[in-house]
């Protein structure tokens, strides 16, 4: 397994961003094997919550190990606290470098497959609603989306002031990400809103997969958006178990989404754990 950390020029961004990537192209399976054959990877764009890093994933569950045993290369960007959609007079276009700058270059760099039945995007909390906003917004690229208790309360923002402890919660932070919340529900940053003008335009969606923890507070707002892609028709997966806001929900549930993308190859490698004489 190979892990890089790559600092690219993003021209949705105008600065360098900082990107880790899990990438398993030096596996072998025994010790006398030899390297595998040289095919494009699979490719998850994976996005960080809030207050997180491009390292997050890395620290806070086993995608390490996860994606090598399936043959799957992994990228994850830093998002900043940016919720990945677009800010233009800020040069802030995370939506646009998540969505599609980002596999542009990576392609570009990575033995990477550029088959959409082969690119996938996911996250969690504010990297869930990243990864469902901008799966959605650029269906054309990406296959299948996986949103793990994903941040979609924007229609709540509207009635939100200043008053919070949590900047998070603060009216001031949400106009910072969103522009005009008074408008919002009426922009593509609002999924339920976003889902209806790709029904309006006959879009093929990617397959969704969502999952949630029972005493999670955003539990809520991923039931109602989860019957909003059944109304829609969407290929939906929607998974409710025990566990809340935390890593050891997104460990357990990023492998059975990982389990759930229509991954073809796989089977683990050598590593410390396989010594013998």
Known sequence: ???????????????????????????????DAPLPPETPFP?????????????????GT??????????LCVVMPAGDNSFYVDRPGANQNYGEFVGRELVELTRRM???????????????????YGALRNGLKYHETFGAVIALSAGLHTGAMASWDDSSPVFMRRRSFAEGCFGDLDALTRTDMHLPYLLKQLAARGCE???????????????????AFAGELRRRGADLTWVQGPGGHDWDFWDAYIRKALDWLPLTRGGAGINSGHIRA
Not at 3 to 30: C, G, N
Not at 63 to 71: G, H, K, L, V
Not at 206 to 220: F, N
């Open 205 to 223: 969606l990617p397959a969704v997969y969502m999952a949630c923890g029972d005493s999670d507070e955003l539990l809520p707002h991923n039931l």
């Open 62 to 71: 086993r995608i390490e190990r996860f994606a090598t045993e399936r043959d």
């Open 1 to 31: 397994m190979a892990l890089m950390q790559i600092q690219l020029m993003s021209r949705s961004l105008m600065r360098t961003v900082p990107v880790t990537v899990v990438l398993p192209a030096d596996k072998v399976t025994d010790f």
């Open 110 to 128: 990575l033995p990477l497959s550029r088959r959409r039945q082969d690119t996938f995007i996911g996250g969690l909390s504010m990297g869930g």
């Open 43 to 59: 490719t998850l764009y994976l996005l960080h919550g809030i207050l997180g890093s491009s390292l997050d994933w890395l620290s």
